[in-house]
Structures are given as C-alpha cells and as structure tokens.
C-alpha cells in the first residue's frame, strides 16, 4: 500500500515469465529472466515468485498449476468492480492475496485498499484464516494497527477485506538501512509495535507473523502493524505439524515450527527476531527443514550473532531474552518487554 505499482500489461508479460519458474528458488528464477524485459516486468515477476514462495511456506508445496492458477484469480483485475468498489492499481501480492488501490464508487476521493482472497485457496484453512483476519481487525481500534474498513465473502471465490489505504509508507527493514547506527531510533519504533502489540494481546488476538515487511513506517515515523493473515485467538494450538498455520522461516519460534499451542509468547519471539534483523541486517535465525530444525542451532546462532555484532550489551540481553526458545525463559508478556525497551531507551536519551 503506497508503494510503486504497474499496469495490467506488466502483470501479464509477468505472468507469461513467471509460469515455468515457479517452482524454483526465487534468486535462481529471476536469473533466467530475458534480456529485453522492462525493469517494471521484472520487478512485477519477483513479485509473483515471491508471493510462490511465500504460498509454498504456508501450505506446503502445492503443484505449481495450481498455484499458477491462484496467482492468475488476484493478478490482472484493474477496473474491475467488486459490490461498488472499484480496483484500480495491484499495490501487493502475496500467496493467498493480492492488494489493490482502489475506492468505492460513492466516495471517489477517498482512496482504500482492497484484499482479494486467492480463489484457488477453497478449503477450509483459507477460509478460516481469512475469517480470523476479519474477525480480529474488527476487535481491533488503534492507531498503529490497520484498520478494517468493510468485508465480504464470496459464495465460491473467498472473500476480501477493505482496508485503510496507506499513504508513503516504508517497512520497517527499509527505513532500518539508513539508521542502523542509531539504534535508539530504531528501538523507539520497536517500542511503540510491543506497547500496541500488548494492546493487541488484551484483545485476544496473536498476529503470529510479526516481522520487519508487516511493520510500516509513515512520513512521521509512526508504525503501523499490518497483514493479520494467520492471526490467531489465544490460546490455540495448531493441530500438529500438518496443520501448521504456517510460519516465516527466519524468524519462527518453536512453537510454530513445531505446530505447538499459539501463545502471546510468540509474538514476544518474532519481535526479538525483529529486533535483531533490523539491528543487524542479518536474518536472526540459520536456515532450516522441519525435519533439521533444533533449538540449540538457534540459540547457538543467535549467540554468535549478537558477538559478532557492535549492539550495546544490555540491548544484546533484551534481544537474547526475548529469543528465547523455551517460552518459559522468555519475556512473559510483550508489556515486560515494552518496559525493557523503555528503560534501555532512557539510559541511552
């Protein structure tokens, strides 16, 4: 929302590009791109493939036709009207939905951003994450978290929610590579997402996918907490590994990985491994299967990232606290990690 988009004639030349790629590594695919495609076709390509790989994370491996498919129900729908709100330009794409810009036809001037639902995603999961979202935006008022302005379902395709449209927004890892020497400034930003995350938490709701892209900074350095897209209801457990309500890789806990009870606690984890991403500009936590996955590699990781690192030693302890991967030895709530943040802010203003 608010950032570059591109016409229906990129998307579709994308698209052509993207179908016999799909299934491989994002870096790898974008390597077999031809010569002659514009910058604006490339970058709507990596987009797709991203939102591939990012399916992939969720669900598991699909076969890459239908997935194929999905993307092609999201991509291309420019000046379509949907219940009077009219799509204009696809901001954002990921594995179940795709953004647009768009406003409703009674209120021309006033710009909205409208969510689709891939249609392939039918089951019951799909549906169930995508009434989660609904549900738990609709529990939510503040002003650093997205806020839901209408919603439908569709009796076959899905659904989509309308949200407020966000104007020159960056994420949060973007806006970190200018001021990684300042740590304060990026402290204070984690701040404000722990205290409207414990806000968030008193209302029941786990976001469960807190990571530096769903983190946005606006022109006056206020954050806004988006993408409620596996956002759970405390507590819940997952169901076992085959029904994980899936997880972002580099910054997962245990809990996720291993399709355990969804906790507060989670969220305290992926804003440690936040915190630690934008501090250093690495991922903060190794490469890992479900089936190679070990806690002491994580930690063991961490440890040697944080001594490698110039962070202040009490910023280290915070970080090491909240990454814990025993819940039982992380920060209890997010409040009591707020609170660690505050007073190292304070012995550093």
Not at 9 to 16: I, L, Y
Not at 160 to 182: G, I, S
Not at 206 to 214: F, G, Q, R, S, V
Request: charged share 25%.
């Amino acid at each position: 929302m608010g950032r570059t988009t591109f016409s229906n004639e990129d998307w579709r030349v994308a698209r052509f590009l993207a179908e016999p790629l799909l299934d491989q590594p994002v870096a790898q695919a974008l390597q077999k791109v031809p010569e002659g495609a514009s910058p604006a076709v490339v970058a709507c390509l990596q987009h797709i493939l991203q939102a591939a790989s990012e399916q992939k994370t969720i669900f598991g491996r699909l076969e890459s036709g239908r997935l194929f498919r999905g993307l092609l129900g999201v991509i291309g729908q420019s000046g379509q009207c949907l219940d009077g709100y009219e799509l204009e330009e696809l901001v954002a794409l990921g594995g179940l939905s795709a953004i647009y810009r768009g406003h409703h036809q009674d209120r021309p001037e006033q710009p909205v951003a409208i969510k689709l639902l891939n249609p392939d995603y039918s089951g019951d999961l799909a549906h169930r994450l995508y009434r989660q979202e609904r549900d738990a935006l609709q529990t939510l008022r503040h002003p650093n978290v997205i806020r839901l302005l209408d919603s439908n379902d569709f009796p076959k395709n899905g659904g989509y929610l309308v949200l407020e449209y966000l104007h020159d927004v960056q994420p949060l890892d973007e806006y970190a590579r200018k001021y990684r020497q300042r740590p304060e400034k990026l402290v204070t930003l984690l701040l404000a997402v722990a205290e409207t995350m414990a806000y968030v938490h008193a209302r029941g709701v786990i976001h469960n996918d807190l990571k530096a892209t769903n983190i946005l900074i606006d022109p006056k350095y206020s954050v806004k907490i988006i993408d409620f897209g596996i956002a759970q209801s405390r507590p819940v457990r997952q169901g076992g590994r085959g029904e994980s309500l899936g997880y972002t890789p580099y910054i997962a806990a245990l809990e996720q990985i291993k399709g355990q009870t969804i906790t507060p606690q989670v969220d305290v984890f992926l804003l440690g491994a936040t915190l630690l991403h934008v501090l250093t500009g690495q991922n903060p936590l190794p490469a890992f299967t479900p089936q190679s996955y070990s806690p002491a590699n994580d930690e063991r990781y961490v440890s040697q990232l944080l001594e490698k690192s110039d962070i202040d030693t009490t910023l280290k302890a915070i970080v090491r606290r909240a990454l814990k991967t025993d819940c039982k030895q992380r920060y209890a709530d997010m409040r009591a990690l707020a609170e660690a943040l505050r007073c190292w802010l304070e012995s550093h203003s």
